[in-house]
């Protein structure tokens, strides 16, 4: 199994602070924040790539606790408040009580990512240096505001921790991804360098999307909804549906096959060899996985599938993101992702490279099949694909 969460709380205080851990010891000053203090060390942390904020803690990294649960409370409720009141623009953080040899902490992650940044604390924009906050730089305050347009797939999963990731899904790609055995050991640092965890223990949006236990749990939307439709028209009459959740690629195998059982699969044979004239599973599968790949997670929408008797629709939650076209999408070679932690981690399971040729390649495929061209289009925010089941020639 992975490190437990208490040990890695037990690693960061051995540790010390660094660039994701400040100390702050409320023993001294009768459990009583310094307010001031503190919302400098989350403004900087916000403002640079997030971390913890222990507090109870003294800078050696001795645990003196926060006293008994009625001052640990208020403690609790004058850093919401100070996450309110004292950085512009506010600032959500999530506070979690933690105990550790017999005393009670506070722990406060600071997102990793905040769209409102650069936060201000005391009317001044800090930023973490190793285990100092200090005064931003006028070039350091242009980056963050340059920057406010971070993937979603790439921030923190809040409220999440390792133990929501699927330890064997993760060996399980590494084998299939690397042809490597990934020991307990290295489980930490390896989903690191994915960047599917924090240094801070706390998943990505990746991570629980592609190991997570339950990921709707954490973003209900996350799944894919499925339907066989009677006839070429909407209709309330349905002749199959399912609705796939769990990790993707679970979810890319389950509707990939709930597409094969509900269309045609004619065939000849030509020789001792039987042809398959049916629509290629290849871009079936391709077109599921674009689906998931660029799919925005962010709305309360999912992926939708709907196989008709004349085609199969795909609509998934999403614009065009800026600069690209339909017709880009149609002649490839522009690749532009909203999620590019999950593309490469999907490419890696599938062992191949996007380089967003997809469309092309289906246009291709469809065509030596004698199949229409598949047809793309935006409606509502959402992206839609159509693949045309019936040959147009023989």
């Known amino acids: 199994m992975a490190p437990k969460s208490d040990e890695m709380l037990e690693q960061l205080l051995r540790l010390g602070e660094d660039s994701f851990t400040e100390f702050k010891s409320v023993v001294h000053r009768s459990f009583q924040l310094d307010a001031e ?24 990294g001795t645990v003196t606790g926060t006293g008994d649960r009625k001052h640990t409370d208020k403690l609790m409720t004058q850093v919401g408040q100070l996450c309110q009141d004292r950085i512009e623009p506010p600032l959500i953080c999530t506070t979690q009580k933690r105990e550790y040899q017999g005393q009670t ?89 994915l960047k599917c965890l924090e240094r801070t223990g706390v998943p990505t949006v990746a991570g629980i999307l592609m190991f997570g236990t339950q990921p709707t749990r954490w973003l209900l939307d996350a799944r894919i909804s499925a339907v066989r439709v009677q006839g070429r028209t909407i209709s309330s009459t349905f002749l199959d549906r399912q609705d796939m959740e769990g990790r993707l690629l679970d979810q890319i195998d389950q509707a990939s096959a709930f597409i094969q059982r509900n269309i045609a699969a004619p065939s000849h044979v030509q020789g001792m060899t039987r042809v398959e004239d049916g629509l290629p599973v290849e871009v079936i599968r391709e077109a599921v996985l674009n689906a998931v790949t660029h799919r925005d997670y962010r709305p309360a929408s999912q992926i939708r599938i709907s196989i008709f008797d004349d085609r199969i629709e795909f609509t ?12 880009n999408i149609r002649q490839g070679g522009i690749s532009q992702k909203r999620n590019p932690i ?47 089941t019936e040959r147009v020639s023989a």
């Open 316 to 327: 998934n939650p999403g614009d065009l993101l800026n600069h690209l076209t339909l017709e």
């Open 105 to 193: 902490i506070l722990q406060v992650e600071v997102p990793a990512f905040s769209p409102s940044r650069p936060h201000r604390a005391a009317s001044r924009y800090y930023v973490r240096d190793g285990n100092v906050s200090r005064e931003a730089k006028r070039e350091e305050l242009v980056r963050m505001l340059q920057s406010t347009d971070a993937h979603f797939d790439e921030q923190e999963m809040s409220g999440a921790s390792i133990e929501d990731l699927d330890t064997e899904a993760v060996r399980a790609f590494f084998a299939n991804a690397y042809q490597r055995q990934v020991s307990d050991q290295n489980l930490v640092p390896h989903l690191t360098s």
């Open 342 to 388: 999950l593309a490469s981690l999907l490419a890696k399971a599938q062992r191949r490279e996007n380089l967003g040729f997809g469309v092309p390649d289906m246009v291709r495929v469809l065509g030596e099949k004698g199949f229409r061209e598949p047809t793309l289009e935006i409606t509502a925010g959402h992206f839609k694909l159509v693949l045309w």
């Open 37 to 60: 203090d503190i919302a400098k060390a989350i403004a900087s942390m916000a403002n640079t790539k997030g971390g913890l904020v222990l507090i109870g803690v003294e800078d050696d």
